[in-house]
């Protein structure tokens, strides 16, 4: 008798959530809100819930426009006076090669004077003369044993480093605001998980608030949800907050408001396949060991250069002289001539050799900085590497972990409605399987920031973030420089 009371009792409670559950689902079809029973809570266990109407949004408000990664690191470089110093630097190297090429051009020279001269002559004392001369000498460079040619060498050598120099540095401040920038799209991602992950625990609450009015389940088990959500509220202001630290980064290093940060594009043929593939591309393609290899290439026909000034210098000489009252009356004297010349320079002081062996100290500190850099960029590009595999060895684990929390979860729900579950098993469930998901976003940025620093090494990350657009001119006039105060 007993136990047929009990299965009634079942049926009836059964019937009636059935009953409820459908009007419930009515309701939602119509756009309303899902009722929750009135609840008594005692003083030591009362949380806030969401207000009525609001439907448990807390949503932040974000720009609806989406932020253009490459305007933004455009601008910044067109604002930042590391980047102008470098373009003016990468000016005057330019300059410097039209002015080592001026060594094979011809040199015009004009001379002209006038004034008062007196001669004296077998002591005997002239008259005073008005002295007038003037001279034109065009001189051109034949051969000079290679020191007019290593000298344009040297100054290519120059520009190109200079040419790299700048590069580095576009690559390294396109890299911490792309840093900015996935930091800002990782906080965007999580927020929304966290957002998806509150409405999901309400929803638990709002079915543990039924069945506790049907004598189902325990206040207990309602404080527990209750709790639960307020944890979830707690980590979403947490978030939103370091949202707004990631925003507030974005605009101290780019001096503009963010908009809404977007996916940003696989790095695909870009990125070399391994380490030791990425370590063949340093000579060719790393600005800073390009930057050092084009200073010590520098040197080297400086060095050449220099040994040319010990050897005599050829070229052809022509003139042409208007004179007239020059060393007495003499009345108008006219000239020209043309000839070979040969210069060569014996002794001064032992200054060419001491600029030669000071040339070749400089060598030989070039040859030091090109090894130590060379280690520096193998090194950075084996740890970014290392830090890329840990990151795509995780796809995987945390992929089979989200479909494992996913069937758990869906499990736990069933299970727990047909009370073979508790309250704290449907719960964890759902926070491991949240839990999951938030680690597949950080693990996502970890593993475009690993990819895009070796890409930042090898000098491909503007051209990645900026899908192969150019970059426009970005030199500026100087500022003005401001009046002093009297």
Do not use: C
Not at 6 to 12: F, N, P, W
Not at 142 to 148: E, H, I, K, S
Not at 307 to 324: L, W
């Amino acid at each position: 008798m007993t136990g047929q009371v009990t299965r009634t009792r079942v049926a009836l409670v059964a019937a009636s959530a059935l009953l409820m559950a459908q009007a419930q689902g009515a309701q939602a079809a119509q756009g309303q809100d899902l009722p929750v029973a009135p609840v008594q809570e005692s003083s030591d266990t009362a949380v806030p819930m969401p207000q009525p109407g609001s439907d448990g949004d807390d949503r932040s408000e974000l720009p609806l426009e989406t932020e253009s990664l490459r305007d933004a690191i455009v601008e910044s470089l067109k604002s930042n006076p590391d980047i102008q110093i470098a373009l003016a630097k990468q000016d005057d190297a330019k300059f410097g090669v039209d002015e080592a090429r001026a060594g094979y051009m011809p040199h015009v020279d004009m001379q002209v004077s006038y004034g008062p001269e007196i001669v004296r002559q077998d002591k005997v004392t002239g008259d005073w003369n008005k002295r007038f001369e003037g001279s034109v000498t065009v001189t051109q460079n034949v051969w000079d044993f290679g020191a007019t040619s290593n000298d344009i060498k040297r100054a290519k050598a120059s520009y190109r480093a200079m040419n790299w120099a700048t590069r580095e540095q576009i690559e390294a401040i396109t890299f911490d605001i792309t840093n900015a920038y996935l930091g800002m799209l990782q906080q965007q991602k999580l927020i929304e998980l966290t957002n998806d992950e509150l409405a999901a625990t309400r929803k638990i609450l709002r079915m543990i608030t039924v069945q506790k009015e049907l004598g189902l389940t325990t206040q207990a088990d309602v404080d527990r949800a209750k709790a639960r959500v307020e944890n979830i509220q707690s980590t979403l202001l947490d978030r939103q907050s370091a949202l707004q630290q990631a925003r507030d980064t974005y605009k101290r290093l780019t001096d503009r408001v963010p908009g809404r940060a977007a996916d940003l594009p696989q790095t695909g043929p870009a990125l070399p396949p391994n380490v030791d593939a990425a370590i063949d591309m340093i000579d060719r393609h790393s600005p800073r060991m390009a930057q050092a290899v084009e200073d010590r290439r520098s040197l080297d026909r400086q060095y050449a250069s220099q040994k040319g000034t010990f050897f005599p210098r050829v070229g052809v000489q022509f003139q042409g002289n208007h004179r007239y009252d020059v060393l007495g009356r003499t009345g108008l004297v006219q000239d020209a001539r043309g000839m070979v010349t040969l210069s060569y320079n014996f002794l001064n002081g032992g200054a060419d050799v001491a600029i030669r062996n000071r040339i070749g100290a400089r060598l030989r500190q070039a040859d030091f900085e090109l090894d130590r850099r060379r280690r520096e960029v193998e090194q950075d590009l084996r740890a970014d590497f290392e830090s890329l595999g840990a990151a795509r060895q995780k796809i995987a684990t945390i992929g089979s972990e989200i479909a494992s929390g996913e069937r758990v979860a869906d499990l736990y729900r069933q299970q727990f409605k047909e009370g073979r579950r508790s309250v704290f098993d449907l719960l964890d469930s759902q926070q491991v399987l949240f839990n999951a998901r938030a680690n597949a976003v950080s693990n996502d940025i970890a593993m475009k920031l690993a990819e895009y620093r070796v890409l930042q090494k090898l000098g491909g990350l503007f051209d990645l973030v900026s899908d192969g657009q150019k970059l426009p001119p970005i030199a500026t006039p100087a500022p003005r420089p401001r009046p002093q105060a009297d």
